[in-house]
Nanobody, 121 residues
């Protein structure tokens, strides 16, 4: 069974930094994209940043210049470094991966359970 487990959320003052990490465990055969999404109260879930297996990255406009996404293909992990955090960055952050397992050789969507990020003084 595949699991995505996030870590690194918490309470940070405006202007501070956080590093979120996500580890994929289980019988993974291949992973294409690994992304970070976020969902604030009363809002839709939105993409923060994504990275392909080849290292190509894409950022939401709100994340450009403040966030850096990276991944370790050997360890099946993805990390996002977030700097200059603002109160509007407060949300639950979710890790996402499109992957296929050894048992089921079709790509499917997998999500982590989410980690709370709160930016407040």
């Amino acid at each position: 069974q595949v699991q995505l487990v996030e870590s690194g959320g918490g309470l940070v003052q405006p202007g501070g930094s956080l590093r979120l990490s996500c580890a994929v465990s289980g019988s993974v055969f291949a992973i294409t994209t690994m992304d970070w999404y976020r969902q604030a109260p009363g809002k839709q879930r939105e993409l923060v940043a994504s990275i392909t297996s080849g290292g190509n990255t894409n950022y939401a406009d709100s994340a450009k210049g403040r966030c850096t996404i990276s991944r370790d293909n050997a360890k099946n992990t993805v990390t996002v470094q977030m700097n200059s955090l603002k109160p509007e960055d407060t949300a639950v952050y979710y890790c996402y991966a499109e992957l296929k397992t050894h048992a089921f050789r079709l790509f499917r969507d997998y999500w982590g359970q989410g980690t709370q990020v709160t930016i407040s003084s």
